[in-house]
């Protein structure tokens, strides 16, 4: 049985995906891409099951979220009525939820050799490779995740080449947050260093998948179209300000 939801919230949402798809397309266009190439993933933490289904039956299927804990239940919630739905972990992963983060059919936020090799861990155990991003802080900022690329790549080198080859994990590409600025073309220096750095990924480690670049949020995601994301996380954009 649906799970109930307003009329209006329920019409919101499916206009904001149709807006926020039009500008998905417009902006690959101008970047000479196909508009097929960015996969949309709407950002569903803090909303409802309710908001998820409303969004699925728009035509949503990927969703994100960054708490294991706050997922799970809603992932459960949803799953008879969304056949099909494809749901991804965006959030900081600590080592001793690795194995709830395997529910995830893509976890964008790997950002250490060691929780790598936790989910390799897990997924030797219920015999499933897991399919992760690596995590990239770019911009240097304390304040956010990942592996910090700032100050050199050679640590990051060292670490991909293990996490690479881990039997029970599947590298598809990067992930990385742009800080905030008032106008979004000042993030398009981070998203263009992402794009540089998995290009040379892609040549250093060819036998690891490196086709995903997930980057670009409600305020950017024009500039990181523009400089070549394969997946963009809205919320705010689809499901309206968090309370």
């Keep these: ?33 196909d508009p097929a190439e960015v996969t949309l993933l709407a950002v569903s933490k803090t909303f409802s099951a309710a908001a998820v289904l409303e969004a699925f039956h728009a035509g949503q299927r990927d969703f994100g ?4 804990e706050e997922a799970l239940p809603k992932m459960r919630e949803v799953e008879t009525a969304a056949n099909g739905i494809r749901w991804h972990l965006i959030g900081h992963v600590q080592s001793r939820k ?14 250490s050799l060691n929780l ?6 897990r997924g030797q155990a219920i015999n499933h490779k897991l399919d992760i991003l690596l995590e990239c802080n770019m911009s240097g900022e304390a304040s956010k995740d990942g592996f910090p690329l700032s100050t050199g790549a050679e640590p990051f080198m060292r670490d991909v080449a293990q996490i690479v080859a881990l039997p029970f994990v599947r590298v598809h590409g990067l992930m990385t947050m742009a800080p905030i600025v008032d106008d979004p073309a000042q993030a398009r220096p981070v998203f263009a260093a992402l794009r540089h750095l998995r290009d040379g990924l892609r040549n250093q480690f060819p036998s690891a998948n490196w086709d995903t670049l997930s980057m670009g949020m409600s305020d950017d995601f024009e500039a ?8 963009v996380r809205l919320g705010r954009a689809i499901f309206g300000t968090r309370q």
Excluded at 21 to 30: Q, T, V
Excluded at 224 to 231: F, L, N, Q, S, V
């Design 1 to 33: 049985m649906a799970i109930p939801i307003s009329k209006d919230v329920a019409s919101g949402i499916a206009q904001n995906l149709a807006r926020v798809k039009e500008r998905i397309a417009e902006a690959a266009l101008r970047a000479g891409r």
């Design 65 to 68: 979220e960054n708490r294991v």
């Design 98 to 111: 690795a194995k709830d983060a395997a529910a995830f059919g893509l976890i964008h936020s790997v950002d």
């Design 116 to 121: 790598a090799q936790k989910l390799n861990a």
């Design 224 to 231: 990181a179209i523009a400089e070549g994301a394969t997946m």
